[in-house]
Structure formats: structure tokens, C-alpha cells
């Protein structure tokens, strides 16, 4: 069985070390303000990579969008700062107490009247000019105004996590690809996969018209390029994982007949197609070194047998080389279309699962060469495959029967829990403690911290850095007015 996770000593939760070590190093955030003489200091933060122990510091409520209340949140991690996006815009709070919490519109606010967003991606933490940045984009219908035309847009919005200043930003109209009969009817569409280079800043997210009633295309790519401010649509390749300008993903019309698309995300000049013949192959999601689809091929009958059946298979592309490695999964008699994701650590390791009916799988895989190094499925008997929450240099963050736990990305094995330690404390992050925001970026009343709202016994977080971690913990009745509470977690061990 798995090991618990967390163990609650005040607010404190503690986690296992794992083969790789801790690398512990005392420096203080960004952002923070040298004290006047006799005014109590915040100790400066330290770096635990990865983070196995957290301690919740800050909860702060978000509040239930209007136009969609059914809309969740969705939470990141950039250094000290804890960044949550929504359909209003993202929203940054610090782990250490000294920072000034911020929030960047989704809309220019000069012409937010104009502009209604339907649609907000993950915080994606990449790198623009050698310096953390936390990258957005957002769906929004624009009205029309003078003679300028009402249109569809995606927007994209690079941001320094330490004091929420615009690094780049980008828009593109989106009516020529997605259809403006689809405007004219006032239809929605919907991001269905959102994924980074992390080195460049690059982003490509996969848009969907709600109906395919006049639509020119069903599920198509979208990049932008924080440094060139460039933008691109590729109808009908959805992005699974995006390097150095080059898009990787499933395309065609029909989602369940898809082949495999390696195209210059400027041009959309395919370099290389594969992975033909294959029944609903979806994007999974990325490594640093390769990108992952999961796809299926069916078998028919046996003269012997009443049916056919379904066998799965993840495969691992190398963007730069086009190379592709085959994983068959372990799975007997995959349903059809069955959803899979995959979680890159952002170094070396991505781990993949799903869940079947009766039967759930998980795979570790080497990032480097694309190969399975371990994996296992609940049938096996022996051990239950968890729900991944977020996975991070070398360790899977996961909920299990017994609560949040830990396991080694590069093994699959358990990582055990130590004992609490006395030096493990922090001070809760709470109005009196959090400078005031300016009137331009300030945060509603519903997303103040609330010391309150704290998890005595923190969840396994959904993002993590090296200095903590962040979660939503969701609100289950619709009649309340928040969706939710973001927890900020202090790395503590």
C-alpha cells in the first residue's frame, strides 16, 4: 500500500526524502523589502528541490464567477509565488508574508467593457529573457466598436510572478480559423490542451468550438512567441507538447481518426506525420525532451470470439528528430477513447496514468530517452494506482485512499514518511501581514487572504516550486459565493 503523505503537526505537513537529496539554499524571495529598524523580519525562505514537507501560509477565496459560476480556477507555482487564473484574470500571492499580492486583468482594462472571456488556461511557469515568468492565454469575444469588426481572440499574457508587471503579451484573431458564423451565433468555444517550452517561453494551446454547426474547423492550435510577439493557427492539429517553434500533436477533422502532425507552428509546414490507422489518439502531454500521445488500434474478431477488442499504446516523440517510441500498455480490453495525461517533472522524468473501469494504470517513463523505466496497473494486485496531482524534479505528488502521498518519479516506489521536526514553522500569511495592493491590480473582497480558511491538514498540492507548493480546495455547494480556496503551501523539508 501506499504511505500517507502529510502528517499534521500544527499546520505543518511533512514529507519523505527521496534518492536524490535535498539541496536546501537560504535565499530571500523576490520582491522583498528591506525592514525599518525595531519592525519584526520574515525569515527568508529556503529552497528544498524537490519540496517534500509543506506547511499551509495563506488561504484566499475566490470568488464565484457571475456570467459562469460552473468555472474552476486553476492553480500554478513561480518561485515564492502562488498564481491562481480565472475567467476575471491571474492572481498572485506570495509564500512569504513581505509580498504584495497582485492581479492582472484578462482584459485591457482601458477596453474590458468590451470584452467578454470565456475560457482561462493554467499558469504555465517558462522562462522569457532568462528570468521566471508566469505565462496565460484567454478565450475572448470582442464587440465590435467604430468600425473596427466584433471578432473572437485568444490572448496571451507573460508575467512577472514577484510584483504581477506585464513581461509580453500577445492576441490573435481567431473569427478566419474558427468561423464567423460561429461569431454571428454567439457560440462559445473552449481550450482543450494548454502546454509550454519552458526554455523559450513559447505557448500553444488547443482551442474547440462548443458546436461544429458552421464551424471551418474542430480542434486547431494556437501559438504565440513571447519574445517575437508572433502568433499562429493550425487548423486541426491540436498541440500536445510545443519546442523551439515546432508543434507536435493528433490532427484531423475526426477526432477519432487522427494521425500523428510535427508542423512549424508560423507556417504550419508539416515536417513529419505517423501513427496512422489508430482510433482516438489524443494529446497526453510533455516532458522537456519529448512529447507524448496515447492512442488505440482495434482488432477484430477471432473466428472463436464474439467481438473485437481495443489494444492502447503511449507513444513518445522527439519534436527535434521526429523519433518515436512505443509503450503498449498493460491494460487488458481498453475502453474506447479512454482519457489519459501524462505529468513531466520538468527534468528528467514523466509519469502517465489513467483510469479504467475496473482497471487503472500508471507508467514512469525516461524523459531522455522516451523509454518505460517502471509502471504497474491495479489489477496487478498488490498496490492501487493513486490520483497525480503535480509531479516535480523527481517526485509525483498524489492523492491515495490514505490521504496526499509521495513517490519517486524515477523508480515508482513509495516515498516514506518522516518524523516531525521542531525547527519546521512559519507565520500564516494574513491581511495585517500582506502589503496593501494598488487600486489598478488590487483583488476583490473575495480574494484577501483568510487565515481562517487555512488546511490544518494540506492536500497534495497541484503546483510546486522550490520554495512551496498551491492548491484549490474546492467549494462543493454551487450556492456558495466563492469556487473555491487557494492554499499556499511553504516548502519546509
Not at 117 to 123: E, I, L
Not at 245 to 263: E, F, T
Not at 476 to 483: A, C, G, L, R
Request: aromatic share 6%.
Amino acid at each position: 500500500m501506499l504511505r500517507q503523505l502529510f502528517t499534521a503537526t500544527a499546520a505543518v505537513a511533512l514529507l519523505a526524502g527521496c534518492s536524490g537529496g535535498d539541496k536546501p539554499e537560504s535565499k530571500a524571495e523576490d520582491g522583498a523589502q528591506t525592514p525599518a529598524a525595531n519592525t519584526p523580519t520574515t525569515p527568508a525562505l529556503t529552497a528544498y528541490d524537490p519540496p517534500k514537507a509543506f506547511m499551509a501560509v495563506a488561504a484566499v477565496p475566490q470568488g464565484r464567477d457571475e456570467q459562469n459560476p460552473t468555472y474552476t480556477p486553476v492553480v500554478g507555482m513561480a518561485g515564492t509565488t502562488a498564481v491562481i487564473n480565472n475567467l476575471k484574470g491571474l492572481y498572485g500571492q506570495g509564500v512569504n508574508a513581505q509580498v504584495t499580492p497582485w492581479q492582472v486583468p484578462a482584459a485591457d482594462p482601458a477596453n474590458a467593457a468590451n470584452v467578454e472571456t470565456f475560457d482561462a488556461t493554467k499558469p504555465m511557469t517558462v522562462q522569457v529573457a532568462g528570468k521566471d515568468t508566469v505565462a496565460v492565454a484567454y478565450y475572448q469575444r470582442v464587440k465590435g466598436t467604430g468600425t473596427n469588426k466584433a471578432k473572437v481572440q485568444v490572448a496571451f499574457r507573460w508575467v512577472d510572478p514577484a510584483d504581477g508587471k506585464i513581461v509580453s503579451q500577445a492576441e490573435i484573431d481567431v473569427t478566419p480559423v474558427i468561423g464567423a458564423e460561429q461569431l454571428s451565433a454567439g457560440l462559445s468555444a473552449n481550450f482543450t490542451t494548454e502546454t509550454f517550452d519552458a526554455a523559450t517561453g513559447q505557448l500553444a494551446v488547443g482551442l474547440a468550438p462548443a458546436s461544429l454547426i458552421g464551424a471551418k474547423a474542430g480542434i486547431f492550435s494556437v501559438f504565440a512567441d513571447p519574445t517575437t510577439k508572433k502568433t499562429s493557427a493550425l487548423p486541426f492539429v491540436e498541440p500536445a507538447g510545443v519546442s523551439n517553434g515546432i508543434i507536435v500533436g493528433p490532427k484531423g477533422p475526426d477526432r477519432a481518426k487522427r494521425s500523428l502532425a510535427i508542423a512549424d507552428a508560423l507556417t504550419g509546414a508539416t515536417k513529419k506525420t505517423g501513427l496512422t490507422g489508430l482510433e482516438g489518439l489524443i494529446a497526453a502531454g510533455a516532458g522537456p525532451k519529448h512529447v507524448y500521445l496515447y492512442g488505440q488500434k482495434y482488432f477484430k474478431a477471432a473466428p472463436n470470439q464474439i467481438s473485437g477488442h481495443y489494444e492502447a499504446a503511449i507513444y513518445a516523440i522527439d519534436p527535434a528528430t521526429g523519433a518515436i517510441v512505443e509503450t503498449k500498455s498493460a491494460v487488458k480490453g481498453t475502453n474506447y477513447l479512454t482519457d489519459y495525461k501524462c505529468w513531466g517533472d520538468g527534468a528528467t522524468s514523466v509519469v502517465c496514468t489513467t483510469t479504467e473501469r475496473g482497471e487503472a494504470e500508471i507508467i514512469g517513463f525516461d524523459d531522455q530517452t522516451g523509454k518505460k523505466t517502471w509502471g504497474y496497473t491495479d489489477a496487478a494486485g498488490g498496490r492501487i494506482v493513486p490520483k497525480i496531482t503535480a509531479a516535480f524534479h523527481g517526485i509525483v505528488y498524489a492523492e491515495a485512499e490514505t490521504g496526499p502521498i509521495l513517490m519517486d518519479a524515477i523508480t515508482g516506489q513509495d516515498v516514506p514518511t518522516p518524523t516531525p521536526t521542531p525547527t519546521d514553522s512559519a507565520s500564516p500569511v494574513s491581511p495585517g501581514n500582506s502589503a496593501s495592493p494598488t487600486d489598478s491590480t488590487s483583488p476583490t473582497s473575495t480574494e484577501s487572504p483568510d487565515e481562517s480558511a487555512l488546511d490544518t491538514k494540506p492536500q497534495s498540492p497541484t503546483a510546486v516550486s522550490t520554495y512551496g507548493g498551491a492548491y484549490l480546495k474546492k467549494v462543493q455547494s454551487f450556492s456558495s459565493p466563492t469556487s473555491g480556496v487557494l492554499q499556499v503551501l511553504k516548502a519546509v523539508g
